[in-house]
């Protein structure tokens, strides 16, 4: 199974960042890009490329266990990056600011439950982020990445993880949420 643990913006996130970027997705430079749909926009904690079926229950198991005893704040997506490089991009992404470190922590947890369960998390750095396309080829970013920085979304707190499998296809990847495990929620801010 070809697995990952993530956040999942609530729809009125998801609508205000897709009603920004619609516009400017009708660019002629913009239609190059692999643009990923809104509804499959989330914030990846750790993924697990693929992973015994008993090992994912292992995982969501542990995981509803107490390994999300992580308060996370409200959250924000803001700004925005690229993927390695600006100058030769191949993702875009809209940054979510972890101030608080609390994201940080949360994917630490998250990513030893897999580790322990049999679901061996990749060894990425983790970078809280929602992925907005993907290219084949490099692209220069640096335009895509200073529209981004203008924006600034609704704040949304999220209540879950989900474990989530992924099915890759010609028509980009398709989600399916298997499970989803309730987080501590923190203090308002």
């Not at 996130?13 to 509804?39: I, N």
């Not at 697990?48 to 229950?57: C, K, L, N």
């Not at 200073?146 to 398709?174: F, I, K």
Request: negative net charge; charged residues 25%; aromatic residues 6%.
């Amino acid at each position: 199974m070809r697995v990952f643990a993530a956040l999942i913006p609530p729809e009125h996130v998801v609508e205000d960042l897709d009603e920004f970027l619609s516009p400017r997705r009708d660019d002629p430079a913009a239609r190059a890009l692999g643009w990923s749909r809104p509804d499959s926009w989330h914030l990846t904690l750790a993924f697990m490329g693929d992973a015994p079926p008993d090992a994912v229950d292992r995982f969501i198991e542990r995981l509803a266990d107490g390994a999300l005893d992580v308060e996370v704040p409200g959250l924000q997506v803001r700004g925005g990056g690229a993927f390695p490089v600006v100058e030769r991009a191949r993702v875009l992404y809209a940054a979510v600011p972890d101030a608080s470190g609390s994201l940080e922590r949360l994917s630490g947890r998250v990513r030893a439950a897999a580790a322990v369960s049999g679901c061996a998390p990749d060894g990425r750095a983790f970078v809280p982020h929602l992925t907005l396309a993907r290219s084949r080829r490099p692209f220069e970013a640096t335009k895509w990445v200073r529209v981004l920085d203008t924006y600034v979304g609704p704040q949304w707190r999220p209540d879950a993880v989900a474990v989530v499998e992924s099915h890759l296809g010609s028509g980009g990847a398709r989600h399916v949420v298997l499970d989803q495990v309730p987080l501590r929620l923190g203090d308002e801010d």
